[in-house]
């Protein structure tokens, strides 16, 4: 069958910028999507920057002004890959002017401009995604598939940290294009809503629904010299942040995050434990999950390592042969794909905004548990 043409606007050239224009581009050439994804527009305050953007990877044209990338006809899909503080206004115009939507994470700042754009596009009935891109991690999907077979049976405890280190010193600047997220007026929050918004909707996706948290945060940096005016400000992110957590089947858990750890550039780990099964998975060796089934024969019992690499593990066909690995971009790839397949089907393609809203609730009652000291429910 013929493919149909999608043509998407994208708003943000920066990291997550070149991430989602990678995969726009890869998608239909190791998946069979009914879509062909047509880079139509970029859109950034920079034109010149816009422009250099657009020729390096096929964009067809430039906007500097987001709101005439919304009224644009001959786009279908606006893409979100702008710095926080942008993404309720876009898509909820995007949204209203019918335009599927896709955002990068967090949804929104916190979980009422969040609750606004799940509002906007469920009204306006408009295919919408958020990229948390560690859903699509092949390893992380295989435990998804474990877990959701009973091999794990019930699940006592779940485990996760992300570890940084790129923030440490005081002399680094807050604000501007590249250091946005250390300003907390743009970015809402600091490693809860970045860093552990990544474990948090990856645990929500695991392992259902969390009932209650409990949390501390801190800033180690108080003060630092912003960007835009050269003034010395008080900070207001949070340097660090890690909670307890007990989810509603009853299992308990604990997430740490912090952009303070010495010598960590993206230490990103979860464990399970269940009444049959253990697992862990480490983002610096994603292809691998170590796996203990307690049901094996006693003689054999122990900590299996599992490459995964194999045709039958999810996503590996549609790239090389067995053994040889895959990396962090494809994430993005694998992601759009199942966004385009999705849209095929006329079926949501996850996590959506109302998806990513319950992360952002959970994030905001970390946040005021931290500031309480009490037990908060999401």
């Known amino acids: 069958m013929e493919k149909k043409n999608l043509n998407i606007g994208i708003v943000g050239y920066g990291f997550m910028g070149r991430a989602h224009s990678n995969a726009f581009l890869q998608a239909g050439r190791f998946f069979d999507p009914s879509y062909r994804p047509v880079l139509k527009a970029v859109c950034a305050r ?3 920057r816009a422009k250099s953007f657009a020729e390096n990877w096929g964009y067809e044209s430039v906007e500097t002004d987001w709101r005439k ?10 893409d979100i890959a702008s710095p926080n503080d942008t993404h309720a206004e876009i898509a909820i115009a995007a949204a209203r002017a019918g335009k599927m939507v896709l955002c990068e994470k967090p949804l929104g700042r916190n979980a ?3 609750g606004a754009m799940t509002d906007a596009v469920e009204s306006a009935k408009v295919a919408n995604m958020v990229w948390y891109n560690y859903r699509r991690v092949p390893a992380v999907m295989l ?6 077979e009973g091999r794990f049976g019930r699940i006592f405890h779940y485990r996760a940290k992300f570890l940084q280190d790129w923030t440490i010193s005081p002399n680094l600047p807050q ?16 490693v809860t809503g970045d860093l552990l918004a990544h474990a948090i909707d990856t645990a929500l996706w695991l392992n259902g629904p969390i009932a209650e948290v409990t949390a501390m945060t801190e800033t180690f940096i108080k003060q630092r010299k912003h960007n835009l005016s050269g003034q010395v400000q008080p900070v207001g992110i949070d340097d660090a942040s890690a909670f307890l957590a007990r989810f509603e089947n009853g299992s308990l858990a604990t997430f740490e995050a912090t952009r303070c ?16 099964a253990s697992a862990e998975w480490d983002l610096h060796d994603l292809h691998r999950i170590r796996f203990f089934d307690h049901r094996d024969e006693s003689q054999l019992r122990g900590w299996r390592s599992i490459h995964v690499t194999d045709g039958e593990h999810p996503y590996m066909k549609h790239w090389w042969v067995p053994g040889l690995q895959i990396g962090y971009e494809h994430t993005f790839v694998h992601q759009f794909a199942d966004f385009l397949d999705a849209l095929a089907q006329a079926k949501p393609a996850a ?4 998806e990513a809203l319950a992360t952002d609730r959970v994030t905001d009652a970390v946040l005021k548990s931290a500031q309480t000291r009490q037990w908060i429910s999401p």
């Open 46 to 48: 920079n034109a010149d």
């Open 69 to 78: 990338l919304v009224e644009r006809t001959d786009i279908d899909l606006i």
């Open 112 to 114: 009422a401009e969040a």
């Open 143 to 148: 435990l998804k598939h474990l877990i959701d």
């Open 175 to 190: 604000g501007g294009e590249a250091l946005w997220r250390l300003d907390i007026a743009v970015a809402g929050s600091g």
């Open 261 to 276: 750890a010495r010598g960590h550039k993206a230490l990103y780990t979860l464990e399970i434990n269940g009444e049959h």
């Open 351 to 354: 996590p959506t905004f109302r």
